[in-house]
């Protein structure tokens, strides 16, 4: 795909959805710091239901290490490995509180050094709550850079490394969530809605459905 055709499929994203972000709730850096740990392996609509009754009540490192891994478990029992989750959680808040004075580093190295934070984590922290440049592969990012053309790569990592190299770097910053909700909603895993597609005419991928 050459440079002229991936500005035109960013500059139709973003006149479709100038403002692109998360479909996670979050008021701070810290809660989305929690939802993303507790969103691996879940749907963003499950977190939200999850962390609209925990941030009610504990929304901060202390509050959180105050109720205790028993007590955390009571408000995201409802989301896949949940017991993990809330050890790693905890783990994490006694970590920013005794490491970083409560807040959420601004750092990729100090971000995967928390329990339950990896690259993919570390970069949505990074993109959305400090508005960094960075690109969190998931599994619709991947799908997309590879069906389309834009970034084809074996890896989540090389992926990444390539949408960051041949992605114009005014799109950069919203890059991440266009071609996330592009994934989810549109070019889907089983059955690209090819017909229903913005960026039809400038994909590359060979199968396109009429739906």
């Known amino acids: 795909m050459n440079r002229d055709k991936r500005r ?17 709730r979050y008021n701070s850096p810290f809660e989305l710091l929690i939802a993303v740990i507790l969103s691996a392996q879940a749907t963003d609509r499950s977190v939200n239901k999850a962390t609209e009754k925990l941030f009610a009540v504990a929304n901060t490192p202390q509050a959180i290490l105050e109720l205790g891994e028993e007590g955390l478990k009571d408000y995201i029992k409802t989301i896949g490995l949940f017991n993990t989750k809330a050890k790693n959680i905890i783990r994490t808040c ?3 509180i ?4 409560g807040e959420v580093p601004r750092d990729r190295k100090a971000l995967e050094a928390l329990p339950g934070v990896g690259r993919k984590t570390a970069n949505v922290v990074l ?3 400090f508005g960094e440049p ?5 599994t619709h990012i991947f799908r997309v850079a590879n069906r389309t053309g834009i970034a084809p790569g074996k890896t989540p990592l090389a992926v990444e490394k390539k949408l960051l190299r041949v992605i114009p770097k005014e799109f950069l910053k919203d890059a991440h969530h266009w ?7 549109v070019c889907t895993a089983r059955k690209p809605r090819c017909g229903a597609c913005l960026i039809e005419d400038l994909c590359e991928y060979r199968h396109k459905t009429s739906d």
């Not at 006149?15 to 998360?22: D, G, K, L, S, V």
């Not at 960075?134 to 998931?138: E, G, H, R, Y």
Request: no cysteine.
């Open 8 to 24: 035109a499929i960013f500059e139709r994203l973003r006149a479709a959805n100038p403002h692109p972000t998360t479909e996670l």
């Open 94 to 96: 006694r970590i920013l």
């Open 134 to 138: 960075t690109m969190a592969v998931d």
């Open 179 to 185: 071609l996330i909700l592009h994934g989810r909603y």
């Open 98 to 101: 005794e490491q970083h004075g």
């Open 127 to 129: 993109n959305t709550a």
